[in-house]
């Protein structure tokens, strides 16, 4: 988490739910506001890492005593049924990780398509945006050396390499996820910045690079 003192704790009572026996680790990256008091009465541990998604959620690997690892963002809502879904889809042992659909936390319309698009997307593609809650065993994220750390798109890296080393389990249940990038910059625009930053790091645009331009965009 970064400054999500306004969503951490909801993100942690439906993982508290959804998974009551597991082990919540949350890695801040140095939130100037009450983040970590939100998350401390929820949390096994709080933990502090260098900021960017990847090393906060290497570093929370690092720290995990599991042989399953699952990467839940802040501002994410995981399903009551979250850690069945996960032992459900691992009790074939050829599966070696997989995501959630994902739907944004706004009922209109276009917020219901855009989540049921990037479902699809991602189905048909067998890899994940970091939203839709990756989940990965252990040995496997290890033997792939952890997420990259790279600006931007350390998400798709990581699950384009996971799809190569076996099967990936797109269950059809469904994490929340925030809507407030869209609400903020707006439908079309979001989108199509998503898409652009997607194709150009596929065609082999820097993450450095693809970070300012997304900061430019905004």
């Known amino acids: 988490m970064l400054n999500e003192e306004h969503t951490i704790a909801a993100a942690l009572a439906a993982i508290r739910d959804g998974a009551s026996s597991s082990e919540i680790l949350v890695v801040d990256g140095g939130s100037s506001d009450a983040s970590i008091d939100a998350a401390s009465g929820l949390a096994t541990r709080v933990l502090t890492s260098e900021r960017g998604r ?12 599991g042989d399953v690892l699952a990467f839940v963002h802040a501002d994410t809502i ?15 042992s050829t ?17 219901r398509l855009i989540g049921m698009l990037i479902s699809l997307r991602s189905r048909i593609s067998r890899t994940a945006t970091g939203d839709q809650a990756i989940f990965v065993r ?6 792939l050396g952890g997420f990259p750390n790279l600006e931007l798109c350390e998400d798709l890296d990581f699950a384009r390499r996971l799809k190569r080393t076996g099967k990936v389990a797109c269950l059809r249940a ?4 925030s809507a407030r990038r869209w609400r903020r910059d707006g439908l079309a625009r979001t989108v199509f910045r998503m898409w652009m930053i997607r194709g150009l790091y596929l065609l082999g645009v820097p993450p450095a690079r693809l970070k300012q331009m997304y900061a430019d965009t905004r």
């Open 95 to 111: 599966v070696v990780g997989g995501r959630f659909d994902v739907k944004l936390d706004d009922s209109a319309l276009p917020y």
């Open 174 to 177: 469904c994490v929340t996820t």
């Open 54 to 65: 990847a090393r906060q959620m290497n570093a929370g690997a690092a720290a995990a005593s």
């Open 138 to 143: 252990r040995d496997v994220f290890e033997r």
């Open 78 to 92: 995981v399903p009551r049924s979250f850690a069945r879904d996960i032992e459900r889809a691992l009790s074939d």
